[in-house]
């Protein structure tokens, strides 16, 4: 079955990004520095000061277009994840999209031309932790959220060029 996915809701500010934040969303999604300072790294890398960074990341995080920086790691080595699904009636869907992006424990959502249209990861520290944040995003979306579980890891590469 072929499908088509798209990063929806979060009502980001649409402007166009500077070099710097481009250059901070792009050339370090692979590659983060392993390292004790790995902003000052970046820094460096750039040819900027690694408060300028800082500031570059958190502006991106308070504007909604990066959740997190952090490692990507091997299911279920630090905590619990699992992949979850909904069927969302595609008038309601950003609005669901929007709440479930508001919860921590869920890095992105993204949408399929499908009837279970709505897809997120949720990430938190035990299989009990992930399944409240299911059962929550449940209650206070009115929608059956599926929870499908890792059942044989595979390696997907997650950087996404961003223009």
């Known amino acids: 079955m072929a499908a088509t996915a798209r990063q929806i809701g979060n009502g980001v500010e649409k402007r166009a990004l ?4 481009l250059a ?3 050339d370090f999604q692979r590659d983060f520095p392993l390292d004790p300072q790995p902003f000052a ?14 500031a570059v990341y958190r502006d991106l995080m308070e504007r909604g277009l990066v959740k997190r920086v952090g490692p990507v ?9 699992t992949l979850a699904a909904m069927s969302v009636p595609p008038e309601r869907l950003a609005e669901v999209a929007d709440l479930v992006t508001g919860y921590d424990e869920v ?14 990861v949720v990430t938190a520290a035990s299989r009990q932790d992930v399944m ?8 206070r979306s009115g929608f059956e959220v599926l929870d499908l579980p ?4 595979y390696r997907v590469d997650l950087g996404f060029p961003i223009s």
């Open 41 to 54: 790294r970046i820094a460096e890398a750039l040819g900027v000061g690694e408060d300028e960074v800082l």
């Open 24 to 26: 901070l969303l792009n």
């Open 150 to 153: 890792l059942e044989r890891p």
């Open 132 to 139: 409240e944040v299911l059962a929550d995003i449940a209650c």
């Open 107 to 120: 890095n992105h959502n993204y949408e399929r031309e499908h009837a279970v249209n709505l897809w997120f």
């Open 73 to 81: 790691v091997r299911p279920h080595r630090l905590g619990w994840s």
């Open 18 to 21: 500077s070099p710097l934040e």
